[in-house]
Every structure is written in C-alpha cells, then in structure tokens.
C-alpha cells in the first residue's frame, strides 16, 4: 500500500457514457496529480492540483474534467470519450509542488469501447 | 519544453549481471532527478532521487545512479541483478513543478 487508493481498478465503458475514477491519499500531502500511461510512451501528466486549486491543465481535452474537493481527493469525470483514450490512468499525490517526490496509486485501467 | 528519454526499450539479462539503464533530460537549469521502479501488477515506486550534493546516488535494493550534469545524464546502475529485479524502470526529471517521465525500460532477468 502506497497510501494513495484508486477506485475503480478495472474500468469498461462505452464512448456515450459518463463516468468518474476516484483517487483518495491518506499521507496528508497537498499536491495531487493524473497521469495518463499507455503503452510504450512516457508518463503524460495530465493535471496538477495544489491545495485543491488546479495548477496545471497540460492540454488535455475537455471529455476529461477533473475535480478535486479536498487535499485528500481527486476524481477525473469522463465522458464521451475515445478508444484512443483506453489507458491506465495513474494518481499521485505529493506534499508539495516542488522537489516532489511523488507516491502513486495502482492505477485504473481504462478501456473505452 | 522538458523531455525525459531512456535509451533501452527492453533489456533482458541473466542473474548476477550487471544493469545499466540510461536516462538524459533535455532541462538546462536546476532539475530533481528520479528513478521509479513498477514490478508486475504494482504500483509504480520511487528507487533513488536526486537533488543536490553527491552526484552518486544510492537507493532501495542495491541501485545506484549517477548524475552527470555535463552530460544531462542520470544512468542508472545494479552490479549484479536479481531474478526479482524483473520491472519496469522509469526515470523522471521535476522542473517547474511537472514531474516528467521516460517511456520506460523493461528488464527482464533470465534465472
């Protein structure tokens, strides 16, 4: 357990439907994070919260929303989205923004149909 | 932009051989350098990291790695690996707060 919880795990859903995967951090870190990680390429940092506020939008496209209530949550909204987005979307969480040594969550694997 | 790049796609070795996994960074300034590890069905974990100081980095279950800042260079070291170091090894740089990572090397270690 890395103190970082991602749910659902494993995720199949249509390219009309909506859905949201939840990330919850129990290390009491500010900074919060959703990376998108496909096969063969690099990490791809998608947003960047600290202290709930959004501090990094790395041109993702507006079918993701993410949303973060408190320090210890995160959640990334789907919807209407494309085969070419099935991915493992990772969370991770920091206790600050810089000199961030980042502890991730298993991931859920998304595959869009 | 800052970019991350890993020369090895996949590296396959026997046990008690010895891995180096290179890693260069496109940044000039100031940058934190990072190795991840992510074994089979885990969850991706931190190895080693750099800040300042010692250029010689040591980390969890043996690795090393070096930070060659003439070189933009942050290669990665085991003597002698283990059957268990079969992984995905990740290497990431932090400037400007964006964590930014490789592609990845997969090592598989033969027994």
């Known amino acids: 357990e890395t103190g970082v919880t991602q749910t659902p795990r494993h995720l199949v859903m249509g390219m009309t439907n909506k859905k949201s995967l939840k990330c919850e951090q129990h290390?009491?870190?500010?900074?919060m994070y959703w990376y998108k990680q496909s096969a063969k390429k690099p990490l791809e940092l998608m947003f960047v919260?600290?202290?709930?506020?959004?501090?990094e939008n790395n041109s993702v496209p507006s079918r993701f929303s993410p949303e973060c209530p408190n320090s210890s949550h995160l959640f990334l909204h789907l919807h209407t989205l494309q085969p070419e987005d099935s991915a493992l979307y990772l969370c991770?969480?920091?206790?600050?923004?810089?000199?961030?040594?980042?502890?991730f969550g298993q991931g859920t694997r998304l595959t869009v149909v | 932009a800052q970019s991350v790049s890993q020369h090895n796609h996949h590296v396959i070795l026997s046990e008690a051989a010895s891995l180096e996994l290179g890693c260069n960074y496109s940044?000039?300034?100031?940058?934190?350098l990072f190795w991840y590890v992510q074994y089979p069905g885990q969850h991706l974990q931190l190895l080693l990291k750099?800040?300042?100081?010692?250029?010689l980095v040591k980390g969890i279950k043996g690795f090393e790695a070096e930070f060659i800042k003439s070189k933009f260079s942050f290669n990665l070291r085991k003597p002698s690996v283990q059957w268990s170091d079969t992984a995905e090894y990740f290497c990431?740089?932090?400037?400007?707060?964006?964590?930014?990572f490789g592609a990845g090397t997969t090592v598989t270690v033969r027994a």
């Open positions: 750099y800040f300042s100081g010692d250029p």
């Open positions: 940044y000039g300034g100031t940058v934190n």
């Open positions: 990431a740089a932090n400037n400007d707060y964006k964590l930014s």
């Open positions: 991770a969480s920091s206790q600050a923004l810089q000199l961030a040594e980042a502890f």
């Open positions: 919260y600290n202290f709930k506020e959004q501090t």
């Open positions: 290390l009491g870190h500010n900074a």
